[in-house]
């Protein structure tokens, strides 16, 4: 399998007041293609700050984070922009869907803004929403869908761009834990169905056990880089 992220001593800090937060120190590691990755660690370990630096949503201030052979610390915000439509799909905490607007209507605005035909457009919602289960549920609001639920619509979301990977950035810090596992659960099925790159962060000890791959970071540096047998 080739690398489809590289860091290399990757390091960010922040400056709050007059002190200097390192949230990233040196973090250097390989994600392949078709892997399924959590990122662990306590709040402040730098997971947020890692996701962002991956999906080339910030830059670092040391060392460089390659996507699929492009260095994103020395690409244009254009470059990186351009990347991040084509090539990305981003899931967080906060499902941030659009209240006015159903789920398949969440699911269709981005290739709607993007100018693909309605043909094509309804064929891909339609796929991306029943990949998540919510075949059943295209005509609700998210104010008439349960957290679960809207998760659900954010990953379709994510998904119907058909991108390489897919960075999840506490995805079920809102959600209790059962619903929570489901949702790991669908995206490692995901994964396996249709071979998309994940990376996605936890707190939670339970949802790191369900990943094939932990790195478990502390203190804004690798900690630990597991894989368990499959
Ligand atoms: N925009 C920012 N300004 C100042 N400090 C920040 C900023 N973002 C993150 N930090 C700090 O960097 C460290 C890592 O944060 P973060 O990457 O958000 O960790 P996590 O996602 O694991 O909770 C923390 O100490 C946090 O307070
Ligand atoms: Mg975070």
């Known amino acids: 399998m080739s690398a489809l992220f590289v860091t290399s001593h990757?390091?960010?800090?922040?400056v709050r007041g007059d002190e200097r937060v390192d949230a990233?120190?040196?973090l250097s590691c390989e994600i392949a293609r078709g892997e399924f990755v959590v990122l662990a660690g306590p709040s402040g370990s730098g997971k947020s700050t890692l996701l962002h630096l991956l999906g080339g949503l910030d830059r670092p201030d040391a060392g460089d984070v390659h996507?699929?052979?492009t260095s994103l610390g020395t690409a244009s915000e254009g470059e990186r922009v351009a990347l991040r439509r084509r090539h990305l799909g981003f899931v967080f905490q906060a499902f941030n869907l659009v209240p006015v607007l159903?789920?398949?209507?969440?699911?269709e605005y981005g290739l709607w803004l993007a100018g693909m035909p309605g043909a094509e457009r309804r064929a891909r919602v339609?796929?991306?929403l029943e990949a998540v289960g919510l075949g059943h549920r295209?005509?609700?609001r998210p104010d008439h869908l349960s957290g679960g639920e809207r998760q659900r619509v954010a990953i379709a979301r994510a998904l119907v761009h058909e991108p390489r990977?897919?960075?999840?950035?506490e995805p079920t810090a809102s959600l209790d834990s059962k619903t929570g596992q489901a949702i790991v659960g669908l995206l490692v099925e995901l994964n396996?169905?249709?071979?998309?790159?994940f990376i996605v962060s936890t707190h939670d000890p339970a949802i790191a056990g369900m990943a094939p791959r932990v790195i478990r970071l502390a203190d804004g540096r690798l900690a630990a880089d597991e894989r368990r047998p499959s």
């Open 24 to 26: 990233l120190r040196d």
């Open 10 to 14: 990757l390091s960010r800090s922040y």
């Open 126 to 128: 339609t796929r991306a």
């Open 192 to 197: 396996q169905s249709q071979g998309t790159t």
């Open 67 to 69: 996507f699929d052979g």
């Open 138 to 140: 295209l005509a609700h």
């Open 165 to 169: 990977a897919i960075l999840a950035d």
């Open 102 to 107: 159903s789920a398949y209507e969440n699911v």
